[in-house]
């Protein structure tokens, strides 16, 4: 056992019974390679990733390649998702190497902790010839070695002001410039398959959420045919569980047919709004019913008993990717019975298999009845026949070993799907989602919160780690959420004591954007900061939108001030190259028409409220009580003669109030 026997990280925990003498991310192992003067190696992963796993078999399990990195490095490390800090500072060093980014992530540090080489994965002999190779340039080239790391620290301490030549931009918002980036994001489209044009395939909500609010602003078809044709892929694709629920990382192909089989709280947690807002845009009950089996993996598999939700499933189990998910022909042949032959014309099932060592995944490409029709094996009780065949491969896939829970909560990603659950509840009315993002709202703010800020983890009943920029932004987004479903201002005020905190802990005046660790966290080489969109947004444009939204909604033009400065700024590279800023094209396609504030007012707000919510209008703010309340953008507003009003209102312009959903979409333009 080494020292992470002592940690609560599960991936940590996984590394404690290796022979490698592995320290925690801190101050005892950069003390002591300074003392004995020995690099470091930082080597970064996650519980779920499957090359993690592969590494940690192959080499730091084996005694001999332990003796190598024992012997001449001090040995550290870091779950990536407990610690995003540590992986973003030597990530940006890895890049600036030259090499392509992943994990595991190892990175060689002098004993400053400044980088001077990193890789991904190796193989054993080829990790090896490494530490020798790393051992003997340190001893005989150190000075060479010192001035290529204080190189990349220099380029890693440069502004993003410097770095990206931001300046401001008159605020001339535009429906021309989101035809431009439309056409720019459109050039990467698959047409065929939807996503990006690429393989591996990751879904992008941020793109997915910019193209629903572009249709809303311009209805441009061609944007609504790829938010189809997208989702609707994804949704039918291997990398949806068929099964169970919930969607898998990646697809390694371009077909969304193999996923790397891990399932992440933040892929889903953002997925779901997605699909909501499409299900609210489109109708199509595709879309609806994946929402519905995936939360319900949520609330059996990821959900803690006290609100929150875990983080990650692996991969692996049983030391192989995908078994838990995987069929082979007679498996399925002694399951179903006569019900075998159409449910393997259905899913192309053979002896052979349709991925590797004679293994079937279920994969789809187009609409389950469509594909049914085609083939000639619909009848009048498919559905139902459909349904019982997946019910009984989930119970019969319940008894396998299941992939390995990573049980710790992040703020960040439950903020994600407090929002996610938030949007589901407003596109499909179901109530369970409405108490489930309340409950994980209340463990937030009573686990994860102590006055008036956030901690970044949650695990074995104890709090820790300080909240990240991405905690503060992704629960603030979750609060704001909250309000709009229920009205408890309660839901406001610790939205805004968070945006406070981060204006005095996180914002940087001479840059105008916001660092990603907190003023009061333990420093690292380099204070960096998240301008760039990926699988999760930017935690600088989800703060951008958040201090837009709750600017208007609390009628803080500082606030406002802030969006507007930090997204000005970023119109060049939106112009240039949407796809890595799309949600930051998501708050301009929200600066291009006015905001519609929404107030609902009288006995009846919370019915009215969820009626109108079942609609597609992604650029709106709700507000509403049954009696009265504070807020500046409900003064002097009331029910109408006992009746529940609604105020449909443009940059605090009200035109007349209504008393009825159908008359309050006319004014919003949709009826």
Same mark, same amino acid.
């Given at each position: 056992?080494?020292?992470?026997?002592?940690?609560?990280?599960?991936?940590?925990?996984?590394?404690?019974?290796?022979?490698?003498?592995?320290?925690?991310?801190?101050?005892?192992?950069?003390?002591?390679?300074?003392?004995?003067?020995?690099?470091?190696?930082?080597?970064?992963?996650?519980?779920?990733?499957?090359?993690?796993?592969?590494?940690? #078999?192959?080499?730091?399990?084996?005694?001999?390649?332990?003796?190598?990195?024992?012997?001449?490095?001090?040995?550290? =490390?870091?779950?990536?998702?407990?610690?995003?800090?540590?992986?973003?500072?030597?990530?940006?060093?890895?890049?600036?190497?030259?090499?392509?980014?992943?994990?595991?992530?190892?990175?060689?540090?002098?004993?400053?902790?400044?980088?001077?080489?990193?890789?991904?994965?190796?193989?054993?002999?080829?990790?090896?010839?490494?530490?020798?190779?790393?051992?003997?340039?340190? @001893?005989?080239?150190?000075?060479?070695?010192?001035?290529?790391?204080?190189?990349?620290?220099?380029?890693?301490?440069? !502004?993003?002001?410097?770095?990206?030549?931001?300046?401001?931009?008159?605020?001339?918002?535009?429906?021309?410039?989101?035809?431009?980036?439309?056409?720019?994001?459109?050039?990467?489209?698959?047409?065929?398959?939807?996503?990006?044009?690429?393989?591996?395939?990751?879904?992008?909500?941020?793109?997915?959420?910019?193209?629903?609010?572009?249709?809303?602003?311009?209805?441009?078809?061609?944007?609504?045919?790829?938010?189809?044709? !997208?989702? @609707?892929?994804?949704?039918?694709?291997?990398?949806?569980?068929?099964?169970?629920?919930?969607?898998?990382?990646?697809?390694?192909?371009?077909?969304?047919?193999?996923?790397?089989?891990?399932?992440?709280?933040?892929?889903?947690?953002?997925?779901?709004?997605?699909?909501?807002?499409?299900?609210?845009?489109?109708?199509?009950?595709?879309?609806?019913?994946?929402?519905?089996? !995936?939360?319900?993996?949520?609330?059996?598999?990821?959900?803690?008993?006290?609100?929150?939700?875990?983080?990650?499933?692996?991969?692996?189990?049983?030391?192989?990717?995908?078994?838990?998910?995987?069929?082979?022909?007679?498996?399925? =042949?002694?399951?179903?019975?006569?019900?075998?032959?159409?449910?393997?014309?259905?899913?192309?099932?053979?002896?052979?298999?349709?991925?590797?060592?004679?293994?079937?995944?279920?994969?789809? @490409?187009?609409?389950?009845?469509?594909?049914?029709?085609?083939?000639?094996?619909?009848?009048?009780?498919?559905?139902?026949?459909?349904?019982?065949?997946?019910?009984?491969?989930?119970?019969? #896939?319940?008894?396998?070993?299941?992939?390995?829970?990573?049980?710790?909560?992040?703020?960040?990603?439950?903020?994600?799907?407090?929002?996610?659950?938030?949007?589901?509840?407003?596109?499909?009315?179901?109530?369970?989602?409405?108490?489930?993002?309340?409950?994980?709202?209340?463990?937030?703010?009573?686990?994860?919160?102590?006055?008036?800020?956030?901690?970044?983890?949650?695990?074995?009943?104890?709090? !820790?780690?300080?909240?990240?920029?991405?905690?503060?932004?992704?629960?603030?987004?979750?609060?704001?959420?909250?309000?709009?479903?229920?009205?408890?201002?309660?839901?406001?005020? #610790?939205?805004?004591?968070?945006?406070?905190?981060?204006?005095?802990?996180?914002?940087?005046?001479?840059?105008?954007?916001?660092?990603?660790?907190?003023?009061?966290?333990?420093?690292?080489?380099?204070?960096?900061?998240?301008?760039?969109?990926?699988?999760?947004?930017?935690?600088?444009?989800?703060?951008?939108?958040?201090?837009?939204?709750?600017?208007?909604?609390?009628? #803080?033009?500082?606030?406002?001030?802030?969006?507007?400065?930090?997204?000005?700024?970023?119109?060049?590279?939106?112009?240039?190259?949407?796809?890595?800023?799309?949600?930051?094209? @998501?708050?301009?396609?929200?600066?291009?028409?006015?905001?519609?504030?929404?107030?609902?007012?009288?006995?009846?707000?919370?019915?009215?409220?969820?009626?109108?919510?079942?609609?597609?209008?992604?650029?709106?703010?709700?507000?509403?009580?049954?009696?009265?309340?504070?807020?500046?953008?409900?003064?002097?507003?009331?029910?109408?003669?006992?009746?529940?009003?609604?105020?449909?209102?443009?940059?605090?312009?009200?035109?007349?109030?209504?008393?009825?959903?159908?008359?309050?979409?006319?004014?919003?333009?949709?009826?």
């Amino acid at each position: 056992m080494n020292r992470l026997s002592q940690e609560s990280s599960p991936y940590l925990l996984q590394h404690a019974h290796n022979p490698v003498d592995w320290f925690p991310w801190g101050e005892e192992a950069l003390t002591k390679a300074k003392k004995e003067n020995k690099p470091i190696l930082v080597s970064i992963g996650y519980s779920a990733c499957h090359w993690c796993h592969v590494m940690e #078999r192959e080499s730091f399990e084996k005694e001999y390649v332990a003796d190598v990195m024992n012997e001449h490095f001090i040995c550290i =490390k870091v779950d990536r998702e407990e610690r995003p800090d540590v992986d973003a500072v030597y990530m940006d060093a890895l890049q600036a190497m030259g090499t392509r980014g992943g994990w595991p992530l190892n990175v060689f540090l002098l004993p400053d902790a400044k980088p001077f080489y990193g890789v991904t994965y190796l193989p054993p002999q080829n990790w090896i010839q490494l530490l020798n190779s790393i051992r003997d340039a340190f @001893t005989k080239h150190y000075t060479e070695l010192a001035n290529s790391a204080e190189g990349f620290v220099q380029n890693m301490l440069l !502004s993003e002001t410097e770095k990206y030549g931001l300046k401001n931009q008159p605020s001339d918002y535009s429906e021309d410039n989101l035809d431009a980036m439309f056409e720019k994001l459109k050039t990467n489209f698959d047409t065929d398959k939807g996503g990006m044009d690429r393989a591996p395939k990751f879904p992008m909500p941020s793109i997915y959420k910019f193209l629903l609010r572009y249709y809303d602003v311009t209805q441009n078809p061609e944007a609504l045919e790829h938010i189809e044709r !997208s989702l @609707t892929r994804i949704a039918l694709g291997g990398i949806y569980d068929h099964v169970g629920g919930g969607w898998s990382r990646y697809s390694v192909d371009e077909d969304w047919f193999i996923p790397h089989f891990e399932k992440m709280l933040y892929d889903n947690a953002q997925l779901l709004s997605i699909y909501a807002e499409a299900f609210a845009l489109t109708q199509n009950p595709l879309f609806a019913g994946r929402i519905r089996q !995936s939360i319900s993996w949520l609330e059996n598999e990821m959900a803690s008993p006290h609100g929150g939700f875990y983080s990650a499933l692996d991969a692996d189990s049983e030391g192989i990717e995908g078994k838990f998910y995987i069929w082979t022909e007679q498996e399925l =042949k002694d399951l179903l019975g006569q019900d075998f032959s159409w449910f393997s014309s259905l899913y192309s099932i053979s002896k052979k298999g349709n991925w590797e060592h004679g293994y079937n995944h279920l994969h789809l @490409t187009n609409n389950i009845k469509a594909t049914a029709l085609k083939m000639g094996i619909y009848s009048e009780t498919f559905e139902q026949d459909y349904t019982a065949v997946l019910a009984l491969l989930h119970r019969e #896939r319940s008894k396998r070993i299941r992939p390995g829970l990573d049980d710790k909560i992040l703020a960040s990603w439950n903020g994600l799907l407090i929002k996610g659950l938030s949007d589901c509840y407003g596109a499909l009315g179901d109530e369970t989602y409405r108490t489930m993002a309340l409950r994980a709202g209340e463990f937030i703010h009573t686990k994860m919160s102590t006055e008036g800020r956030l901690w970044h983890n949650y695990k074995g009943d104890k709090a !820790s780690i300080v909240a990240f920029l991405e905690d503060y932004a992704a629960v603030v987004d979750g609060y704001l959420a909250l309000y709009q479903i229920t009205f408890d201002q309660n839901w406001l005020s #610790r939205a805004q004591a968070l945006c406070d905190y981060t204006i005095v802990h996180f914002y940087d005046s001479n840059d105008g954007y916001f660092f990603f660790t907190d003023s009061a966290a333990d420093p690292l080489i380099a204070r960096k900061k998240e301008l760039f969109d990926n699988v999760i947004p930017a935690s600088n444009s989800m703060m951008a939108n958040n201090l837009y939204f709750l600017g208007k909604i609390l009628d #803080r033009p500082d606030y406002l001030e802030y969006a507007d400065n930090m997204l000005s700024r970023m119109q060049n590279l939106m112009l240039t190259d949407v796809q890595w800023v799309t949600n930051w094209a @998501t708050l301009y396609c929200c600066r291009v028409t006015p905001t519609a504030e929404v107030v609902i007012v009288g006995e009846y707000a919370d019915q009215l409220r969820k009626d109108l919510d079942r609609f597609f209008i992604p650029n709106k703010i709700m507000l509403g009580t049954v009696t009265h309340s504070d807020l500046p953008l409900m003064q002097y507003k009331t029910d109408i003669n006992g009746k529940t009003a609604i105020y449909v209102c443009f940059d605090k312009t009200c035109q007349l109030p209504v008393t009825n959903v159908e008359a309050a979409l006319r004014q919003l333009g949709g009826g």
